[in-house]
């Protein structure tokens, strides 16, 4: 007899399964909105280059949208000329900044008060401060427009009007009254997140209250301080309705409201109008520049827990 060898076999291995990874199309759609949104975004600004760019009869004779036959730089020269826009420069300056300047001073105040002091009517003075950001500007114009009418000022203050209406002074205070509830809400989340040890620590070596707010509050609050105010730059300069409504004199405008200088009785040159527009559009992109670390963080500021 003869032994058979039976033949084993070897049960196959269980290879492990990898856990589901991401759906590639779903990261490919997500790049493809993104994508879309930024030329979507960039288009209108990228069709005013163009226009700017090309001389003003050839758009009137081959229209907008053409191929362009000659580039030029002469829209630009010829805007910054004939619209005097250094000193529409300067006329924004004298708004924004102290507006800005005014704001944060006022919104960390109001905030810290919020925050740190215990009032009982903590929580109401803060919805009244954000309910305040819900009323639409244009459904208030007219009795603004009344009561500048009728407020009274300093030469040197309303700049030879002698009211509110027409001057630097009362564009000032109209956008710091609008800007003011959105700062107090930011700051006074940002403001929560600050422990309190360190007030407690502040209160044992004897501070008082204000050096509390001026000498540990305000530089703990330096990024959102920084943050608030590359936005403030940009809405307040970008500003055109307040300008145009509560300003009766050219020469007084920001600059915004003053590329109106550059549009005639019959005929509009829209290629410099656009080089205009572009070069009023100038610092907003350079405060973005310089403070883009700041301004990014103040898309998520107000975000955390109070």
Not at 8 to 37: D, Y
Not at 60 to 81: C, D
Not at 280 to 287: D, K, M, S
Request: charged share 10%; net charge positive.
């Amino acid at each position: 007899m003869t032994d058979t060898a039976i033949p084993t076999t070897t049960a196959p291995r269980q290879q492990s399964r990898p856990g589901p990874k991401p759906r590639a199309w779903g990261q490919a759609a997500s790049q493809l909105f993104l994508i879309s949104a930024c030329v979507l975004w960039l288009l209108p600004i990228a069709f005013a280059l163009y226009v700017a760019l090309r001389p003003y009869s050839e758009t009137s004779k081959y229209g907008y949208v053409s191929l362009p036959h000659t580039l030029t730089l002469s829209n630009f020269t010829n805007a910054w000329n004939q619209s005097d826009m250094l000193h529409f420069f300067w006329n924004s300056v004298v708004i924004t900044v102290p507006a800005v300047i005014i704001v944060l001073l006022l919104a960390s105040g109001v905030a810290f008060v919020l925050t740190r002091v215990n009032v009982k009517l903590n929580v109401t003075l803060l919805i009244v401060f954000t309910a305040g950001n819900l009323l639409p500007q244009q459904v208030i114009i007219t009795p603004l427009y009344r009561i500048f009418l009728q407020i009274p000022l300093p030469d040197f203050l309303s700049g030879g009007s002698g009211l509110m209406y027409n001057s630097a002074f009362g564009l000032i205070v109209i956008n710091v009254a609008f800007q003011l509830g959105f700062c107090v809400f930011v700051l006074s989340n940002y403001m929560k997140s600050v422990p309190d040890e360190m007030y407690e620590a502040a209160l044992v070596d004897g501070a008082g209250l204000w050096t509390r707010y001026w000498r540990l509050t305000l530089p703990l609050c330096r990024p959102a301080l920084a943050a608030l105010a590359t936005l403030l730059t940009t809405w307040i300069y970008n500003d055109f309705f307040w300008a145009i409504t509560l300003m009766s004199s050219g020469d007084k405008r920001p600059v915004t409201s003053a590329l109106a200088n550059l549009q005639g009785q019959f005929v509009s040159n829209q290629n410099m109008i656009a080089a205009g527009a572009l070069i009023a559009a100038v610092p907003t992109l350079v405060v973005y520049v310089l403070l883009q670390k700041q301004f990014i963080a103040g898309l998520s500021l107000g975000s955390s827990k109070g």
